[in-house]
Structure formats: C-alpha cells, structure tokens
C-alpha cells in the first residue's frame, strides 16, 4: 500500500490528484489551509491535516504525524499571478518558504517530491515557441519568480538528499472544479458570466495565446512522475487564443448573451503569448496529453455550469 501527501490536495488540481491516487487503490493525505480549495472537492475519508504549508511548527507537527510516507506531491501554492502582483512578499512566504518546509516533509521521510511548477508564467517573453525546458527562467510577475525560486530549492534538496525529486512545468491547467483565479481561469470566467448574461473582458484584445492542458492530464502526468528527477513541462504544445476560448465556451453552453464582449489590454504581469515543448516528458516519463482543447473546454464550461 503507498501513501502519499498531497500538499493543496483540497485545490483544483489537488483534488484530482488525490482521485487518481484513490483510484489505484493508494492512500492520499492532503495537507491544505482552505484559503482556496474546499472540502467539497474531496471524498469524505481522506485524510486531511488543515494548516498552512508556510506555518513551520505546524509542518514539523504533520510531518511527525504522518506514516508510511512513499510520495509528497506539492500542490499548495499561491496561484495567482494577479495576486502576487498585488502582494509578492505573501507569494514569495507561501511559495518559498512553504516549499521548503515541504521539502523538509520530504527529507524526514526519506521520501520522493515531485514540485508543481509553471511553464506559463516561468517562461520570458522572449523564450522561443515552443519553449523547452532549457529556456532561460525570466518570469514577468512575481508569481513566476516565486515559482523558479522554489524550484532552486527543489533541485537543491534533491541533491543533498539524495532524492529524486522532480518539477513539472504545467502548462494552463482547465478541467472540473477549477476557479476564476488560477492561470487558465478564463474558461470558468467565461461559462459563469455567460451563463448569468453579465458583461465579460478579453483582456489583450482576445489575442494572447496559451497552452491549455486538461486536468487529468495533468493529474496522471504528476502521479507518473514520482520518482524520475528531471524538470518537465506538462502541457499540448498547442497555442489556444483567448477569443478561440471564448467561443469554444460560447457555443457549448448556449449562451443567450447578445452582443460581443469588451476588449482590453493585457493587466500588469500577464504574457502576450506562451507554448510549450512536451518532447522530453514524452521520452521520459511516457507521458503525453489525451484531451484535446476543442473536446476538453466545451465539456469542463458543462460540467462547471453543472449540466
Ligand atoms: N491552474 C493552473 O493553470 C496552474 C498552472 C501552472 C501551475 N499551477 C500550480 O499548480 C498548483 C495547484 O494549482 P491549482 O490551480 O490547483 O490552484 P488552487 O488554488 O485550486 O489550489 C491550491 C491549493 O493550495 C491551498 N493552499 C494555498 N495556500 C496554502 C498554504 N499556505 N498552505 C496550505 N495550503 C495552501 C489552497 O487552499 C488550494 O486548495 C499550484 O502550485 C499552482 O501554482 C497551476
């Protein structure tokens, strides 16, 4: 029997992270301080240590708390590249310093971590498309500074412990369950206002593009990364433009909206455009997407609007 921890498993991704662990018949444990996942998210018999990541006691205490560790897959994060614009030292104190004390998890139990990164928001702007993992980091909030901070320390720890831990770079994460906020939140933006009939914005003028991935992709990219050290973007290799989005989420949820939605410039930190290389994780970890975009954002917009 394998036990893993899955930190932020209340979250978006988390959550179905913690299902396809539960699926193989494996233990989850999550550790998650609710500030942003919910209860609701997960089945009413797994285990959960509520408490925040960059709360050093309180890690040492569920550290000492948990047994038969096999796994930390790290999830919690300040996930918002709005929000670390707004407040970068509360990004930098979860992200950072709650890695290590995550790592530190890790470390006491001799165990593998496999560290959610970004590849949206890691990324420059000048990065070449699609960008590989040897890119240059030169992030342009301080969300994704955070993030390539975090994995400095990911690599570090590994090193010292002698432990395979691995990054993946994801790619914008869409599915069930996700909110407005997180880096691909403009599909459940956009179901919801459609939806309520209420005024919606493409910010940079509906052209920015993005590699949207599915999140069970993501989930089985994770869980079949435990173990393998190496830095992995997990995404499509496919730009998706916001206005291509818009209308794949228009024309699933029947919107009875009229008129077009406003445009508007990019806000502060956001990129004009982000793809990325899937090679190595398909070499390495066997790993490739199964949701395609034109299949994968009609049915999350139904199952957001719960139809
Ligand atoms: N969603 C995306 O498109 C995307 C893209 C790239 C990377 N990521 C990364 O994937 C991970 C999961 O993202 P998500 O989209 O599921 O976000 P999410 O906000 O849904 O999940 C994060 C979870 O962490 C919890 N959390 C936040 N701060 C915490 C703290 N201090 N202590 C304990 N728990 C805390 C939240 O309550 C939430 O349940 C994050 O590390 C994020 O940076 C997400």
Redesign the pocket.
């Known amino acids: 029997m394998t036990t893993i921890l899955v ?2 498993g ?5 959550s179905h992270v913690v299902d396809l662990i539960r699926s193989a018949g494996d233990t989850a444990v999550v ?7 919910s209860r609701h998210n997960l089945a009413a018999d797994v285990k959960v240590i509520e ?4 709360d050093r006691q309180a890690m040492l205490a569920a550290s000492a708390e948990l047994r038969d560790l096999t796994a930390v897959i790290h ?5 918002s590249v709005v929000a670390s614009t707004e407040d970068p030292a509360h990004d930098l104190h ?1 992200n950072v310093a ?1 890695t290590i004390n995550v790592l530190d998890i890790a470390s006491a139990h001799a165990c593998p971590l496999v560290f ?3 590849g ?1 928001a890691i990324y420059g702007e000048t990065a070449p498309r699609p960008t590989p993992e040897t890119a240059a980091t030169e992030p342009g909030a301080p969300y994704g500074a955070s ?1 390539a901070a975090a994995e400095i320390y990911v690599r570090l720890w590994a090193r010292k412990d002698g432990l395979p831990h691995t990054i993946c770079r ?4 869409y599915g069930p369950r ?2 407005g906020d ?3 939140g403009v599909v459940a933006i956009f179901a919801t206002r459609l939806r309520d009939n209420e005024p919606l914005t493409l910010y940079g003028f509906g052209e920015p593009t993005r590699d949207y991935v599915h999140v069970s992709d993501v989930a089985r990219a994770l869980v079949g990364a435990i173990g393998t050290s190496g830095t992995f973007n997990i995404a499509t290799r496919t730009e998706t433009s916001v206005r291509e989005v818009y209308e794949l989420v228009r024309t699933a949820v029947t919107a009875s909206t009229s008129g077009d939605p406003a445009l508007a410039p990019l806000r502060p930190g956001e990129l004009q455009a982000s793809c990325l290389e899937i090679a190595l994780a398909a070499d390495v970890l066997g790993w490739k997407p199964e949701v395609t975009v034109a299949t994968g954002i009609p049915s999350t917009a139904r199952a957001l609007l719960g139809d």
């Open positions: 930190t932020g209340a979250g978006f991704i988390g550790i998650d301080d609710f500030s942003k996942g408490a925040s990541i960059a999830c919690a994060a300040q996930a979860v709650g959610t990164s970004t949206g993030k994801l790619g914008n994460v996700q909110r997180g880096e691909a």
